[in-house]
């Protein structure tokens, strides 16, 4: 069974930084398109950040500017840097791997799923 582990949530102060991580199989993290998606309690799950085709990425707007995503391929693992957090960046954190362009999949993708990390911003 796939297994992508996230690590590096936890609790923060607004204007703070996290940076999560989330190591993939190398079968996975080569042929896949990685991504981070988040779902507040009683929320969607919605797009955060993820790698389209041609090594490109996309940012949800609440993202742009504060996160960054981005990947070592010699640890097969990507990262989201968060920064200047905010109380409403409070969710759950996953990973995604899938085959599908997150563009076209702003709530929620197949693939392989992480089991999700805690992120929450206190004001």
């Known amino acids: 069974q796939v297994q992508l582990v996230e690590s590096g949530g936890g609790l923060v102060q607004a204007g703070g930084s996290l940076r999560l991580s989330c190591a993939a199989p190398?079968?996975?993290?080569?042929?896949?398109?990685m991504a981070w998606y988040r779902q507040a309690p009683g929320k969607r799950r919605e797009l955060v950040a993820g790698?389209?085709?041609?090594?490109?990425?996309t940012y949800a707007n609440f993202a742009q500017g504060r996160f960054t995503m981005s990947k070592d391929t010699d640890k097969s693992t990507v990262y989201l840097q968060m920064n200047n957090l905010k109380p409403e960046d409070t969710a759950i954190y996953y990973c995604?791997?899938?085959?599908?362009?997150?563009?076209?999949?702003?709530?929620?993708?197949?693939?392989?799923w992480g089991q999700g990390i805690q992120v929450t911003v206190s004001s």
């Open positions: 995604n791997a899938d085959k599908t362009n997150p563009l076209l999949n702003r709530y929620s993708r197949g693939g392989y």
């Open positions: 790698f389209t085709f041609g090594n490109a990425k």
């Open positions: 190398l079968s996975v993290f080569n042929f896949y398109l």
